[in-house]
């Protein structure tokens, strides 16, 4: 489907993004912020992945994979949004100080 194949294409440039602006950050909660985002995107394009996959299941193996894929990208989003959450407050009482 068209929806899950423009979902892989924006969430793998949002982690290329966040990936390059994470290297570039200097203060270290800044840099642990964007890498959670960057793990966010990364977690959104395996799931979208997986949701592509299971739209044209052929056999178990391609389901078994396609579950993994949809069940791992779920987790990353999860654990990293509670990150992200965390190291919001952290990054803005460093911006603060600076």
Known sequence: ??????????SFSLYVFY?????RAKEPFLK??????????????LASFGL???T?????VQLW???????YGIV???MNYKMY???????REEAQKN
């Open 52 to 54: 592509n996959e299971l």
């Open 19 to 23: 990936k390059v602006s994470e290297v």
């Open 85 to 91: 959450k965390h190291f919001l407050t952290l990054a």
């Open 32 to 45: 642990r912020w964007t890498g959670t985002k960057a793990k966010m995107a990364l977690g959104s394009f």
């Open 1 to 10: 489907m068209p929806i899950f194949i423009i979902l892989i294409i924006l």
């Open 56 to 60: 044209a299941v052929e056999g178990r």
């Open 65 to 71: 994979v396609a579950l993994i894929f949809l069940i």
């Open 76 to 78: 990353l989003l999860v």
